[in-house]
């Protein structure tokens, strides 16, 4: 069966400090990969969405970034932190069209 | 462009009540829907979802969801709710041809025993 692994759970940075989050999916090959931001009162916002190795769609400007390094991995990262990127953070796959999207446990992002 | 709407950010019910929480989407063209239930301290689980076929979605625990694509509507429904459907809800859009999936703000239903 398929399985969704993101860590770190819970994760305090200071301010201008780098950030690397990372999601890997066992089980399937070639996933859409997903990371969204979830925020009390305002949903989950779709910040990129991956097809395939090397193809990042970024849905929202901002000061993060995504790659995709091998088939089943994908890694939110920023190169300086700022207190507005603090939030909860939450990767997904799906297979294609017409299936859902599975998500993983997420990481509680404070930057102090 | 797509996007959800949920009305309803918090309801508060007593046990045995009926719910139905609206989901209105925005797209000009055919759409997959989902619920997402995340339940405190869990990770979002799929509640129930539509493709095609029958408007009306039967999914776990109880739930039911209307297709009415007249109203870019999509309402979740349960005739008798119980103290541990306790959780935040989530309306999902995603539209054919893209690789989207779309949230709504979520309603945060507290149920009382």
């Known amino acids: 069966s398929q399985t969704i692994h993101q860590w770190p759970a819970t994760l305090v940075q200071p301010v201008g400090s780098p950030l690397s989050l990372e999601c890997t999916v066992e089980?399937?090959?070639?996933?859409?990969l997903y990371w969204y931001r979830q925020a009390a009162g305002r949903g989950l916002q779709l910040l990129f969405y991956s097809v395939g190795i090397g193809q990042i769609s970024s849905e929202v400007p901002q000061n993060l970034s995504a790659s995709r390094p091998q088939d089943r991995q994908f890694i939110l990262s920023s190169k300086k932190l700022l207190l507005s990127d603090s939030g909860f953070y939450l990767c997904?796959?799906?297979?294609?069209?017409?299936?859902?999207?599975?998500f993983g446990q997420g990481t509680r992002l404070t930057v102090v | 462009a797509q996007s959800v709407s949920q009305h309803n950010h918090h309801v508060i019910l007593s046990e045995a009540a009926s719910l139905e929480l609206g989901c209105n989407y925005s797209y000009g063209g055919t759409v997959n829907l989902f619920w997402y239930v995340q339940y405190p301290g869990q990770h979002l689980q799929l509640l129930l979802k539509?493709?095609?076929?029958?408007?009306l979605v039967k999914g776990i625990k109880g739930f039911e969801a209307e297709f009415i694509k007249s109203k870019f509507s999509f309402n979740l429904r349960k005739p008798s709710v119980q103290w541990s459907d306790t959780a935040e809800y989530f309306c999902a859009v995603n539209g054919r041809g893209t690789y989207k999936y779309i949230f709504g703000t979520g309603t945060r239903l507290k149920v009382l025993a």
């Open positions: 997904a796959w799906s297979e294609g069209p017409h299936t859902e999207a599975f």
């Open positions: 089980g399937t090959s070639n996933p859409n």
């Open positions: 539509y493709f095609s076929g029958d408007p």
